[in-house]
């Protein structure tokens, strides 16, 4: 059974940072790409940043870039969301996705294309 299990949100004031934890188990971690994504009541699901299966390549939304870095760990199936620089608009809850690593260079921003979903985990940035 393929889980993604996230971690890590909480409060934190404008400027601050959080580093979110995404544990993946149920396969073979190697082959698929992760990402990590955000929604609001009332607004769209929102592509936050995906990195390849290799970990070399990263993919990161113009409204993060700079301030969010995402980044995993094969040894403990664990991917990161590395986030600093924290504003107000980066509330939200935050999910971690695997994509087929075929699909990540044409859909890493696409969340139809991803497979697999974690639960979610709160992030709320006070002013």
């Known amino acids: 059974q393929v889980q993604l299990v996230e971690s890590g949100g909480g409060l934190v004031q404008t400027g601050g940072s959080v580093r979110l934890s995404c544990l993946a188990s149920?396969?073979?971690?190697?082959?698929?790409?992760l990402g990590w994504f955000r929604q609001t009541p009332g607004k769209e699901r929102e592509f936050v940043a995906a990195?390849?299966?290799?970990?070399?390549?990263?993919y990161y939304a113009d409204s993060v870039k700079g301030r969010f870095t995402i980044s995993r760990d094969y040894a403990k199936n664990t991917a990161y969301l590395q986030m600093t620089g924290l504003i107000p608009e980066d509330t939200a809850v935050y999910y971690c996705?695997?994509?087929?690593?075929?699909?990540?260079?044409?859909?890493?921003?696409?969340?139809?294309?991803?497979?697999?979903w974690g639960q979610g985990t709160q992030v709320t940035v006070s002013s």
């Open positions: 996705a695997d994509l087929e690593g075929r699909d990540y260079y044409t859909a890493y921003a696409d969340g139809d294309k991803y497979t697999y």
């Open positions: 990195i390849s299966w290799s970990g070399g390549t990263a």
């Open positions: 149920g396969r073979t971690w190697r082959s698929y790409a």
